[in-house]
Nanobody, 121 residues
Framework: QVQLVESGGGLVQAGGSLRLSCAASGRTFSSYAMGWFRQAPGKEREFVAAISWSGGSTYYADSVKGRFTISRDNAKNTVYLQMNSLKPEDTAVYYC??????????????WGQGTQVTVSS
């Protein structure tokens, strides 16, 4: 099993940047592909970005492509989401998740508790 703890959320003005971190417990972090999801009030949770276990492959939702960058440091058991050019519609609770499957399968077994990101206009 792996436990995930997100951090780095907060309040930022439109056009600003934030970097989210997700720290994972356990020795097998490098065996998991990792993803970021978000859920805005009154909306369903949606996929944001994913990265393979090695970091060699990444995948983004069209809504964040070119603005967000996912990365990982397996030595630190941490995955990051760098968010630039933030928009009010990026406001949501952001969750990281881990999966033993390919990043294209969209099946995640482990979830963090979430961190709030609020973008003011």
């Amino acid at each position: 099993q792996v436990q995930l703890v997100e951090s780095g959320g907060g309040l930022v003005q439109a056009g600003g940047s934030l970097r989210l971190s997700c720290a994972a417990s356990g020795r097998t972090f490098s065996s998991y592909a990792m993803g970021w999801f978000r859920q805005a009030p009154g909306k369903e949770r949606e996929f944001v970005a994913a990265i393979s276990w090695s970091g060699g492959s990444t995948y983004y939702a069209d809504s964040v492509k070119g603005r967000f960058t996912i990365s990982r440091d397996n030595a630190k058991n941490t995955v990051y989401l760098q968010m630039n050019s933030l928009k009010p519609e990026d406001t949501a609770v952001y969750y990281c998740a881990a999966t033993i499957y390919s990043i294209f399968v969209m099946r995640y077994d482990y979830w963090g508790q979430g961190t709030q990101v609020t973008v003011s206009s």
